[in-house]
């Protein structure tokens, strides 16, 4: 019966539909899904739109950790041996559809479903190359070597299927927290990409392919 079961189950089907335990929500633009120190219970699985994960010290200083598109896990850190709170703040850049799993049911299927096992654990070895990837360049790279990278990014660049060039609306100051630099730093390098014809930026940025030259080629402009 399990094998059955197995041969049955549809990860995109599960993700796609509200179901027991888990049901669809829709959050607007600068909507938070969850917030830093809530009780950690539920697992997102972000359908359509872009998010961004920030954190906030102490001392009130708050950072831009990671940013999530379709196709992304929100709050898996639910599934943790013992429930504990949320370490960071997951807010909507844009509009977002997430499919809400609370944690019970999160749990079942990873142990019941081994195609469903497998797409999660994918994902969760994306996320760490992606973390490691992050904390290399914030290390290693010049400051614009890094923000030519998250522009890239945004837009997709490297992924399966066509980028979207037009990127979310997002802040100078929100780029500069993910670089580790200055709003005013982000401002000079976004227009030195303008004028060398990387981007066009009126509104909303519109990334083009020759801005990988500054991350394959190693260009700086510092």
């Keep these: 019966m399990n094998a059955q079961n197995n041969t049955l189950f549809d990860p995109a089907a599960f993700l796609a539909n509200a179901g027991l335990g888990r049901r ?51 709050g898996e850190e639910s599934i943790a041996g013992a429930a504990g709170l949320r370490m960071a703040t997951a807010t909507a850049i844009t509009a977002c559809t ?18 469903f096992s497998d797409l999660f654990l994918k994902f969760l070895l994306a996320r760490s190359m992606r973390t490691q990837a992050d904390l290399v360049d914030q290390l290693f790279n010049s400051s614009e070597k890094r923000l030519a990278r998250i522009l890239l ?7 399966s299927g066509n980028p979207e060039t037009l990127i979310p609306q997002i802040t100078q100051e929100t780029l500069a927290d993910m670089i580790g630099t200055t709003r005013s730093r982000v401002s000079f390098f976004m227009n030195r990409f303008r004028k060398l014809g990387f981007i066009e930026y009126n509104g909303r940025i519109k990334v083009h392919k020759s801005l990988l030259n500054v991350v394959l080629h190693d260009q700086s402009f510092e």
């Design 24 to 74: 669809i929500v829709q959050v607007k633009a600068k909507g938070v899904f969850f917030s830093q120190g809530n009780p950690a219970d539920c697992v997102f699985y972000l359908q359509t739109g872009r998010a961004k994960l920030t954190v906030v010290s102490r001392a009130g200083k708050e950072a831009t950790i990671a940013l999530l598109s379709a196709g992304e896990f929100i």
């Design 98 to 115: 997430a499919l809400k799993i609370e944690r019970v049911e999160m749990i079942r299927v990873m142990h019941e479903e081994h195609a």
């Design 153 to 159: 990014l945004m837009a997709e660049f490297g992924q």
